[in-house]
């Protein structure tokens, strides 16, 4: 796997499928009673017009794609979070190939992500 490939993978399971998922609880919150702040959140979301539903989409999807990028400048090390001052190395395993994604030496997966098309 590569640096592109990971940064893709997280950009598509956890920043579009985050998006989705939150649209599926605005549309239909779950369950036979559902939390309180999800029918709230649905209810709110229901009662907007067309234009105004798509631009809470854009938000929703700006805020999932802000949260990947702040977790990618921790796992580049360029964003502090401990104060032990202590670093992280992500590794790739598949039986015997073991890849460094967040090598410094590399492209920071950051600006990867940065490079990568908005749809927003």
């Not at 605005?26 to 009662?47: C, H, I, T, W």
């Not at 631009?55 to 401990?82: H, N, P, Q």
């Not at 202590?86 to 920071?108: M, S, T």
């Not at 997966?109 to 098309?117: A, G, M, Q």
């Amino acid at each position: 796997m590569t640096q592109l490939e990971f940064v893709e993978i997280l950009k598509e399971l956890i920043g579009q499928g985050t998006c989705d998922d939150v649209i599926d609880l605005l549309d239909d919150p779950p369950g036979r009673r559902p939390a309180q702040y999800l029918v709230e959140m649905s209810n709110f979301f229901k009662s907007q017009d067309e234009n105004s539903k798509e631009m809470i989409k854009k938000i929703i999807s700006y805020t999932a794609d802000t949260a990947l990028f702040g977790l990618f400048c921790i796992i580049d090390d360029v964003r502090t979070f401990d104060n032990e001052h202590g670093h992280l190395e992500l590794f790739y395993i598949k039986e015997k190939i073991k890849v460094l994604l967040n090598d410094p030496e590399q492209e920071y997966l950051h600006d990867i992500f940065n490079s990568l098309e908005n749809k927003y």
